[in-house]
């Protein structure tokens, strides 16, 4: 044991496996978190499904040796961190599933669990066995954990106990002394195993019970770039509590931002009178994320509407939970697509689905039945849920791809709960959750032509027709559309995008305008001042302001962009500045052009233009 134990703190008994050479990879918006999934199944779904349809990458359960106790949690139990010999399969099926997604173009992240060890005791999935009450497990001993106490649930609360809950046990499970230097190089050397493997990245599990330092330690002894030559992704499980200072763990990566969780289920089940069109206000937008609800800045937050946690303790809308007495959100009513459509429409944080099993009772153990049928076909909502076969649902990783890197413009409601925004000319979206039809006339930023509404369908592989209903854009930017209630057999909402446009995205051909964007930001305004767009074209008002050439604010503050998309018309050249009006007039001060004024030129039929200035000049 003694010797066992200096070899791994030395990280001599770390494996050293390297996976192959990949294609490149799907780009990163979009995740799936596939929990409890076997490893060759999910090998299946790469290849059969993920890849093609754009994932970028799949999160996989804990894969080290744990206790087996037939409930879904049991893997939140680990034993043995040199044994990756668990319930979804053995460390060579591991290996293969790794490689296959990544000849897929899917990467795979990890959920590791390294605050804490299994409690009880008895023989985990490897065949070792650990004594909780004797705090025997392979590898570990009495003096690598905490003195024995129990997180309180006051502890979490004002003025609460942020010792308690870094150093007590969580549910009774014992404390692994993360801040000490052997714990610590256990940890590097099952993640560097890891890493060696082809892993891409970790999801931390009770990342708030370690401090952000020894995660920061730990991640310092590991190497940051994958075997793929990209950045590690990481992301931490940090719940919101009246004492944990989540911005301590933005160096080590992103957060689980379980507020959008939250929200998603407020506002789709209009819980305490919240709705959907309140969602700016409650998240802040683009260049201002925060909100009345204090979301973490974009770049640091990881998103879904639900994990496997959130689905069976009351905290998120469900789709799989059928334990008598809960509310359903796909039973008379589609508000689970809708969130989820949302998520992969809004351009907050990363997005991650979940995809996990049916049960009835909270502890039950995933289903022993394979995902798939003798033939290999998958069995949808039998069983395992495919929520990532969803087509409304999966054909919005798409979306996300495509309107990467736009703001949020056109942003209007109709009722409460009812809601339509642009990302720029590259997509649109109209989500009804109220019990009643939504006719509407709705401004967006795309080119003319007739779009997919890829809720519904897709274009044929010709690219000539659209396997369900589309919508036809105006010359001026308008749609119009009838979307069905919330509460019948058809997912109602509208999604649009340039990639889904019958005939594709042009090039040429005959037009009346196309769509340009122009943005700026650092204008200094003041409370009642708005910024204008204005130039020589009648859609710019002739060099007057107006409210068809105001510019939509993305957030609040006196420095962050305003942005708007217009439809011009094509292949012409024009002039234009950007001026603030309201408590007082300031235009833009000259630019170093024979005019003095800003100067572009329009695209031809099919194409688009952003016009980002950065900073307003004064």
């Known amino acids: 044991m003694t010797i066992m134990k200096s070899l791994l703190a030395a990280g001599i008994l770390a494996g050293a496996a390297t996976g192959p050479a990949h294609a490149a990879f799907n780009p990163a918006d979009t995740s799936v978190q596939m929990f409890r999934w076997k490893w060759n199944d999910i090998a299946k779904e790469c290849t059969n499904w993920l890849g093609p349809q754009g994932f970028g990458a799949v999160q996989v359960s804990p894969p080290q040796a744990s206790a087996s106790l037939g409930a879904w949690w049991d893997v939140y139990q680990p034993v043995n961190f040199v044994s990756l010999k668990s319930n979804m399969g053995t460390e060579a099926e591991f290996q293969a599933m790794v490689n296959t997604c990544h000849a897929a173009k899917v990467r795979v992240y990890v959920d590791v669990v390294v605050n804490h060890l299994a409690a009880g005791a008895g023989t985990a999935t490897d065949g070792s066995t650990w004594n909780s009450s004797s705090l025997t497990y392979p590898y570990f001993s009495g003096s690598d954990f905490h003195p024995a106490c129990d997180i309180a649930g006051g502890d979490y609360g004002s003025p609460g106990n942020r010792y308690n809950v870094v150093n007590c046990r969580l549910s009774g499970l014992p404390d692994l002394k993360t801040e000490g230097t052997y714990v610590q190089g256990q940890v590097k050397n099952f993640l560097t195993k890891l890493i060696n493997m082809g892993v891409d990245g970790f999801r931390f ?86 909100g009345t609800w204090g979301f973490v800045p974009s770049d640091k937050a990881t998103v879904f509407v639900n994990n496997w946690d959130t689905e069976r303790n009351g905290s998120s809308l469900v789709a799989s939970n059928y334990v008598s007495g809960t509310t359903n959100d796909t039973q008379g009513t589609k508000r689970y697509d809708l969130a989820n459509i949302f998520m992969l429409a809004w351009p907050y944080g990363s997005a991650q689905l979940h995809s996990g099993f049916r049960f009835t009772s909270y502890d039950q153990a995933p289903p022993s039945a394979s995902p798939f049928d003798a033939s290999g076909n998958p069995l949808i909502n039998q069983n395992w849920d495919f929520i990532h076969r969803w087509s409304d649902i999966a054909n919005m990783v798409a979306f996300r791809a495509a309107t990467s890197g736009q703001g949020v413009d056109y942003f209007t409601n109709g009722t409460g709960n009812q809601i339509a925004f642009g990302r720029g000319a590259k997509g649109f979206v109209a989500i009804n959750n109220e019990n009643a039809v939504w006719n509407a006339t709705l401004q967006t930023g795309l080119p003319a032509g007739t779009y997919c509404n890829v809720v519904h369908g897709v274009l044929n592989a010709a690219g000539t027709a659209c396997g369900s ?75 007057v302001q107006g409210s068809s050439n ?25 002039q234009y500045k950007f001026m603030k009006y309201g408590v007082s007039t300031v235009w833009e001060s000259n630019q170093s052009t024979a005019s003095g004024n800003r100067e572009a030129t329009t695209p031809a039929c099919g194409g688009t233009l952003t016009l980002d200035a950065g900073s307003f000049k004064f």
């Open 205 to 290: 599990d009770a990342a708030k019970h370690m401090l952000a330092s020894d995660i920061t330690a730990i991640l310092n002894g590991v190497t940051r770039t994958t075997t793929s030559g990209e950045t590690l992704w990481v992301t931490q499980e940090v719940i919101p509590d009246s004492n944990v200072v989540r911005s301590d763990y933005y160096p080590n990566g992103t957060l689980n931002e379980f507020q959008f969780t939250y929200a998603m289920k407020a506002v789709f089940r209009n819980e305490n009178g919240a709705n959907l069109s309140q969602i700016r206000s409650i998240m802040g937008t683009p260049g201002n994320w925060g």
């Open 550 to 574: 105001q510019l939509n604010i993305e957030g609040s503050g006196a420095n962050v962009p305003w942005s708007r998309t217009f439809q011009l018309p094509p292949a012409t050249a024009f």
């Open 469 to 543: 209903d589309s919508v036809t854009v105006g010359s001026n930017g308008v749609i119009s559309v009838s979307i069905p209630a919330n509460g019948g057999s058809v997912v109602p909402a509208v999604a649009l995008h340039v990639n889904q446009k019958i005939g594709g995205s042009g090039g040429g051909g005959t037009c009346t305008s196309v769509p340009v964007t122009f943005r700026v930001a650092n204008a200094n305004t003041v409370f009642g001042q708005n910024v204008y767009v204005v130039g020589n074209l009648a859609q710019l008002g002739n060099w």
